[in-house]
């Protein structure tokens, strides 16, 4: 069985900082590139961050770049999501993702198979 497992979820003041992680459960590790998504209320879920260019790369939506920051720790199947600077904007419920491929602003993709349960980030003025 597959599983990708979030945590570092919370509450936090605007301007402060959180880290999320993904850990990856299963054997697929290497065939997929995880990618971080988010929900707000009343909105569709959006990438905002992800490895392109065959997952050697890593991207930012707009919304998040210069504030975010991906990583991956293959030795611990582990992907992560530092956010710095966090705005109420920012409030959402995040998501990894195992996908084939993503593009350049990780708003397309293709082959996306697995999702994480989902964990709550709330930024208060």
């Known amino acids: 069985e597959v599983q990708l497992v979030e945590s570092g979820g919370g509450l936090v003041q605007a301007g402060g900082s959180l880290r999320l992680s993904c850990e990856v459960r299963g054997s697929f590790f290497d065939d997929y590139i995880i990618g971080w998504f988010r929900q707000a209320p009343g909105k569709e879920r959006e990438g905002i961050s992800c490895f392109s260019s065959g997952g050697s790369t890593p991207a930012y939506a707009e919304s998040v770049k210069g504030r975010f920051t991906i990583s991956s720790d293959n030795s611990k199947k582990t992907v992560s999501l530092q956010m710095n600077s966090l705005k109420a904007e920012d409030t959402a419920v995040y998501y990894c993702?195992?996908?084939?491929?993503?593009?350049?602003?990780?708003?397309?993709?293709?082959?996306?198979?697995?999702w994480g349960q989902g964990t709550q980030v709330t930024v208060t003025l």
């Open positions: 993702a195992a996908a084939k491929w993503y593009g350049r602003d990780c708003k397309w993709y293709g082959g996306l198979d697995y």
